[in-house]
């Protein structure tokens, strides 16, 4: 006797799954909604079944492409029933419908109120006592592109020295308007972010990789997302393998499951360091593999240590420690939960949950100050597509608010 499992958008079509696989011979073990029918996406149904193994009737196989085209609808889906909200797009202005001014008279004048309102920023963000109370000396010109990153989240100390720098050895020419400062200072900044670039693994190596952080910042679906990527959206599909440490929040490994199972990956579930020795053993065979951990609170000094003894255990790669941070948590709190989450070996830097600022000083001065580098930012909720390789300019319109051309 052998229990196989069937899904489908609708109970009836998944009872046809079975009658077309197994006959009417299939005893139903089970049957359940996993996902209710919303007026954007299809519901999915699941029933298992216990049959004899010589009355299973072989399925024809599917075309790769298919395959994946199928795992991204369910994993989009099965996202957007599991995430409470999402947020609405806004409406985009195509400026291409505008009419343009053809009168020359109109264009000159365009010109000139653009240098008034030029003139006007540094006159506005002059109206401070910030650089005073901190004795920087700044130009009127400097005066939008401080008070731009300032509001940005950045530390001030890093700040103020940033723009010393700037204002030493900016030349003289650069000066001249607003967008060629601004110009001058992204550069600068750009060089200060350190990234890990994504490679992709080839045989016969291996990468392992934990994911550590506060609670509810995302580990378990940023772990899907890239689970998604490796198997299914880089140059060539990887094997992926998924281990969960979070045996504390029930739904939290019931998601998980949900994700790899639509995937086809194998998962393990463990509880202490021994059973993890194991699992690592077990999942030998795939090129990644995937560790999601209980989220906790930064001064939870006993659940950090506890995830140190996992690190203990012999291992036939190298365990890489990702650190997932929330992009809304201002920087004294990202420091806060990096300091204590140091007694583990940080390799890197994971943000989440860009699309709910714009707003990256935080993060910029986090990387600035630790030196560590950022590998992927989770701009979404959508799985598997709102994650992203983490990249400088990306920080960088958030700060500067505008594209730099």
């Known amino acids: 006797m052998k229990l196989k499992t069937y899904t489908a958008e609708s109970y009836t079509e998944a009872l046809n799954k079975v009658k077309e696989e197994v006959g009417d011979d299939a005893v139903i073990v089970s049957s359940k909604e996993i996902k209710k029918k919303t ?44 995430s409470s909200t999402i947020e609405p797009k806004k409406e985009i202005i195509n400026k291409n419908n505008l009419n343009p001014a053809k009168n020359d008279e109109i ?23 910030i650089a005073n109370k901190n004795e920087l000396e700044l130009p009127p010109e400097f005066s939008e592109i401080y008070a731009l990153s300032r509001a940005s989240g950045m530390d001030e100390k890093h700040l103020d020295e940033i723009m010393k720098l700037t204002i030493k050895y900016m030349p003289l020419k650069m000066r001249k308007n607003s967008q060629t400062i601004k110009r001058y200072f992204y550069t600068l900044l750009k060089k200060m972010i350190p990234i890990r670039i994504e490679r992709e693994i080839t045989s016969p190596h291996k990468k392992i990789m934990m994911f550590v952080g506060p609670t509810g910042v995302g580990k378990t679906t940023t772990i899907a997302k890239l ?14 393998g998924i281990i969960t440490l979070d045996t504390y929040r029930i739904g939290a490994v019931e998601q998980l499951m949900t994700y790899a199972k639509m995937m086809r990956l194998p998962i393990e579930t463990v509880v202490d360091p021994s059973d993890f020795s194991v699992a690592l053993n077990s999942l030998r065979h795939n090129e990644y593999i995937l560790i999601d951990t209980v989220g906790s609170s930064q001064h939870d000094k006993e659940k950090i240590e506890k995830l140190s003894q996992f690190l203990k255990v012999d291992t036939f790669a190298e365990i890489n420690i990702n650190l997932v941070l929330s992009a809304v948590t201002k920087y004294e709190d990202l420091m806060d939960i990096y300091k204590n989450f140091s007694i583990l070996p940080i390799d890197t830097f994971v943000f989440t949950k860009l699309d709910e600022t714009k707003n990256y000083g935080n993060i910029f001065s986090l990387l600035l100050e630790t030196k560590k580098p950022v590998s992927y930012f989770s701009i979404g909720q959508e799985v598997p597509d709102d994650l992203i390789e983490a990249g400088a300019d990306y920080l960088l319109k958030g700060i500067l608010h505008k594209e730099i051309h």
């Open 39 to 82: 007026l954007t996406s299809p519901g999915l149904y699941e029933i298992v079944v216990a049959v004899e193994e010589e009355n299973i009737k072989p399925r024809k196989p599917m075309s790769d492409k298919k395959h994946v085209e199928e795992v991204m609808l369910k994993l989009s889906n099965a996202a957007k029933e599991i």
């Open 107 to 129: 264009v000159e004048l365009k010109k000139e109120i653009a240098k008034i309102s030029d003139t006007l920023k540094f006159l506005q963000a002059s109206m401070w006592e």
């Open 227 to 240: 689970a998604a990527r490796y198997a299914y959206k880089l140059s060539r599909r990887h094997k992926v």
